[in-house]
């Protein structure tokens, strides 16, 4: 058994099928239409940057090692969009997801500090910190505010990058996982 803690007024929602808690926003087709890729070209948002992961870091790495591009360091505290994937994790983290350049799967929580993470991968952040996510697959967008730095996450990673997820979008997802609560 899983359970959403949507951290509405204290409602949780128990899915009795732990397969469909894995991937219940894709198999209810309730992936929020904000963050869904429809296969054409994004739009340009006023006050919105649009990054990838292959301009957070200078390439190829030199003897300094990882070194922040220019780019990155002047999106620091602004609004940026990103595509990218998310991180599977068992159990999903309350608060928090990871966003990847490419299809990854984080370790048991024994193997937390043997995750093989890209070192360009971008920890996003709900407001709601008992809010849980499953897992949504295929590339997504997101958009929020950029922090940089050195971060000591709830589960115990370290990261460098932090997006604070777009109320707007986060609050698409909590409407879509509460449609999935009441249909089930």
């Known amino acids: 058994m899983l359970t959403l803690c949507l951290g509405v007024s204290s409602l949780t929602s128990t899915l009795v099928n732990g ?13 929020p239409k904000s963050i869904q890729l429809d296969g054409q070209p994004l739009t340009s948002i006023v006050g919105v940057t649009d990054l990838k992961f292959s301009e957070l870091f200078k390439m190829p790495v030199g003897p300094k090692g990882f ?42 929580e024994d193997e937390k500090m043997v995750d093989d993470f890209p070192p360009n991968v971008i920890f996003v952040h709900l407001s709601d910190p008992k809010m849980t996510v499953p897992n949504i697959e295929g590339l997504i967008k997101l958009t929020g505010t950029l922090q940089i730095g050195s971060f000591n996450e709830s589960d115990e990673h370290v990261s460098t990058f932090r997006l604070i997820l777009d109320q707007a979008i986060e609050k698409d997802i909590k409407q879509a996982l509460m449609s999935i609560q009441a249909g089930i």
């Open 19 to 31: 397969e469909v808690a894995k991937q219940a926003l894709n198999q209810h087709n309730e992936v």
């Open 67 to 108: 070194e922040l591009t220019s780019k990155a360091q002047s999106l620091a505290g602004k609004k940026v969009r990103l595509v990218g994937y998310m991180i599977k994790a068992e159990p999903p983290i309350p608060g928090m997801f990871v966003l990847s350049p490419v299809q990854e799967e984080m370790g048991d």
